[in-house]
């Protein structure tokens, strides 16, 4: 299995976060999480991405432990709800920042950041600052940030929750187009049944720190507990 | 109709309250320091005063024609350039390193305290423990590494301004503390950093490449202005400088106290090319930041 978790435990305090949880994830396959806000999803990808560690259990990716590893080490990027564009860099520099810690030559930079914002249909942009963007245009620079190091896993944590519908429909329409472009790893966390359901290949739900993962999409739906079925008889009622 | 009848009473009684504040602030801090700065430009120029004897440029050729003054504005921005850059670093580094330590942990008590402190006390306190009779001279002297009080170093009263450097620094250290323990929060550094981790950035690469920008860059404006603070400090240089290097302020106060009524002009000279210098910074800060 291309990333695994096993076994993972996580308490802050007395409270329990995650409850002995364990999940795969094939390569090129993006699975939604649904969870209510305190479920344990953002831990849940932050100890994935190295930024906490499990009180118990561990993360394989491709088979290599990652718990000795560093979040920078990991090459799984982990991106927030809120964009968190470097504010002092424009568009331009943001999407480079991961090449010029690698230390790319100027040459390849210039070329796949130009790429990289045709692609997220941002080339008029390039020079302004962060400040300068709507909702939507800064959230594809961070996904365009993300995706230029070509990482093995991408954490997405709700990374639509803070657009308007509207945007937020185009933005997953864009991620799923990546996603295919890419050929992306990930995991997508978020509470809207509806978005769990268009962006994920599989999806899981997650409980009180304890994930479910669903064969199907019609296993998803027809499990009570989704809330899928509650969603569906209060449009047939309104009907 | 309704809401235009509603909204223009209020935006007029908003406009006055404006006017009102705007006219309080320049009675109350811009008019008189335009007049003081008038009234030292004629006095300079030989057109006020009890000597005045008509127009003449002969102070401002006397000050900006003499070493010394320059000598003086030179160590000035030596002082501040040193004491704001240290603290500002030190300060900073801490912050990035140890977020949390500053925020409101009972250390961080005993980090603000010399905020409490005024100027003179902080000047003495310097003078008591680094100069030749002071603590760390009797110190040096116990542990064996002078043999007399009189070989340890001029760190007070000395060329190099060591301890006006290091007072400005005490005191400084805990305000840039505070400063930057709030921004890293305001600013959403701790997320920015874990951005900057996850796309591949060690400790040092994400401290240099966002942390220190970013404060910086919010900061510039009061790192300045704190500069242009300590550059016209009086106090301290007053007791922890030396006689022949002398800081701006220290300069123009014994120019204006001699019994030589002739260097009094100079004196008034002296501070009007001052505040020419502090109101171009500081333009040149207002400009800086509408391009931002």
Partial sequence: MFLEAKNINKGFGAEKVLDDLSLQLAEHEMLSILGRSGSGKTTLLKILAGLESPDKGMVLLQGQDMGPLPPNRRNIVYLYQEPLLFPHLNVFENIAFGLRLRKAPEGAVQKRVAEMLANLELPEQARKMPHQLSGGQRQRVAFGRALIINPKVLLLDEPFGALDAETRASMQQLLKRIAKAFA?????????????????????LMQQG???????????????ETGVQAEMDFWREIE | MRTTAHRTPHTEMQKTSTYIGLGLFFALTAFPLLL????????????????????????WQAVLGSESFWETMAFSIYVALVSIGLAVTLAMLLVVRWPRTFESTPLSFFIYWPLAIPAIVMAFLIFQLLSKGGALSRLAFQLGLVDGLSQFP??????????????????????????????????GLKGLMQQAFTLGANRRQAAWRVAVPVLLRRSFATV?????????????????????????????????????????????????????????????????????
């Fill in chain 1, 210 to 224: 304890e994930l479910k993962v669903y064969d199907s999409k019609k296993a998803f739906i027809e499990d009570v």
């Fill in chain 2, 36 to 59: 003081g700065i008038g009234y030292a430009l004629l006095f300079s120029l030989g057109l006020a005063g009890m000597l005045s004897e008509g127009f003449t440029s002969e102070h």
């Fill in chain 1, 184 to 204: 992306i790893t990930a995991l997508f966390v978020t509470h809207g049944l509806k978005e769990a359901l268009i962006m994920g290949d599989r999806i899981g």
């Fill in chain 2, 224 to 292: 300045v202005l704190y500069f242009l603070f300590v550059m016209g400090s009086y106090e301290i240089p007053l007791l922890l400088g030396s006689q022949s290097r002398q800081m701006v302020s220290v300069l123009t106060i014994q120019k204006l106290q001699r019994f030589n009524l002739a260097d009094i002009p100079q004196a008034y000279t002296i501070s009007v090319v001052y505040s020419v210098m502090v109101v171009a910074l500081v333009l040149w800060l207002l400009g800086a930041k509408k391009q931002v």
């Fill in chain 2, 154 to 187: 001029d760190w007070v009263n000395g060329q190099y301004g060591i301890g006006i450097i290091t007072a400005h620094f005490f005191m400084a250290l805990p305000f840039f503390l505070i400063l930057y323990t709030q921004m890293y929060s305001h600013e």
